[in-house]
């Protein structure tokens, strides 16, 4: 008599409407030719050759929260690629990849959302790593009767471009801090303050450095400024692994949901998690993308926290300066950051209930915080 069979085994984090739902065809993959001979990714659905299910995660009726999130927001064109324009090719057998993982043109789009009148003074939003423009969803209308706000995804996140590396732009940390400058040049020509979480803030600060005369006011909510924090927590140094690391950061849910709540006490809404989820299941780009920039950030990190510490301990640093701290926050220590800011003139203001990305976790209440201190 032949052996019972096994009951199927499923993912204990995959959603249970995921679990349910009836199985839908795979895509049919194929290598088309092209008139220039080259090999290329071809679905006959949407995404390229590391998308899941053709693109699409799970059928739903009506838009989707990320799907509504888009529509609230533009592209602006800043910042060129640098080296030639040739196709980007992906680094494992040499194909070339899809619209969703090449470069737009000869400028990179940015994904922008702004709330509140243009006359007002502008505030930037600035999100994490690894995180999107997003997290600021419950930020801007409570900043947009006093404030213009505006929140974007850096290049490699959210609905940004995601140029492959060695295809426009290679993910280093100072290639951020020039492709910033660009940005900010094309949204807020005149004076601005500016909010920036985790660990992109000591790009911030570098780019601070340089423009303090356009600066009203610089706020670092959570940043790594001590040597503690010079080393990336293990969730995100995974994706920096010899060959792991690629098939990681491949995975959209180590990418996405366990990179996100591993930092803090998050009970994200399955509908949030679909919008920082689906730039991982709808191209490979994103994945290649986190792959660069950790690698950036392990080889960089240190550097550039030492170089924040020395700008903002500085004689010659004379802009308003508070840091937010979320003191549930999981990856970065609290333990320092009071030492540090003593004797200089920078705030410190706790969020006892929020973690690292408090933007997300306590949108509302970081917001109120965020406009008591822009009105000092």
């Not at 591993?262 to 780009?285: F, I, N, Q, W």
């Amino acid at each position: 008599m032949a052996p019972p069979l096994a009951a199927p085994r499923f993912h204990a984090a995959l959603p249970r409407g995921l679990l349910l739902r009836p199985r839908k065809p795979l895509p049919t993959w194929r290598r088309a030719a092209r008139p220039d001979d080259q090999d290329l990714y071809v679905d006959d659905d949407i995404g390229d050759g590391f998308s899941f299910s053709g693109g699409k995660y799970a059928e739903a009726e009506g838009p989707s929260k990320s799907d509504e999130w888009f529509a609230q927001g533009r592209m602006v064109k800043a910042h060129a690629l640098y080296g030639n324009k040739e196709k980007a090719k992906d680094p494992f057998f040499g194909l070339t990849m899809g619209s969703g993982s090449q470069s737009s043109g000869d400028v990179f789009n940015w994904f922008c959302v702004e709330a509140g009148s243009s006359s007002n003074p502008t505030v930037l939003l600035i999100h994490g790593f690894p995180s999107q423009a997003y997290s600021y969803r419950n930020v801007l209308p409570v900043l947009s009767d006093k404030y213009r706000s505006i929140a974007f995804d850096w290049l490699g996140f959210g609905f940004s471009d995601k140029p492959q590396p060695k295809y426009g732009f290679d993910y280093t940390l100072d290639e951020y801090t020039s492709a910033l400058e660009s940005l900010i040049d094309a949204v807020a020509p005149d004076k601005l303050s500016i909010v920036v979480q985790g660990y992109f803030a000591p790009i911030v600060v570098k780019y601070a450095k340089e423009h303090q005369d356009k600066l009203n006011h610089l706020i670092l909510v959570n940043p790594p400024i001590t040597d503690k924090h010079a080393k990336l927590p293990s969730t995100l140094a995974c994706f920096s692994n010899f060959l792991l690391g690629e098939v990681f950061s491949q995975d959209p849910l180590r990418a996405s949901d366990k990179a996100l709540t591993s930092s803090g006490p998050y009970m994200m809404k399955e509908e949030d998690a679909t919008v920082y989820r689906r730039p991982y299941l709808v191209s490979g780009a994103s994945g290649f993308a986190l792959n660069a920039i950790t690698r950036a950030m392990g080889k960089d990190l240190k550097a550039y926290i030492e170089s924040m510490r020395s700008i903002l301990a500085s004689d010659s640093w004379n802009t308003k300066t508070t840091i937010c701290w979320g003191l549930r926050d999981r990856w970065l220590t609290y333990d320092g950051v009071e030492d540090f800011c003593d004797g200089l003139k920078h705030n410190v203001v706790q969020l006892p209930m929020a973690g690292h990305h408090a933007q997300e976790d306590r949108g509302e209440e970081l917001g109120n915080i965020l406009k008591r201190i822009l009105r000092g």
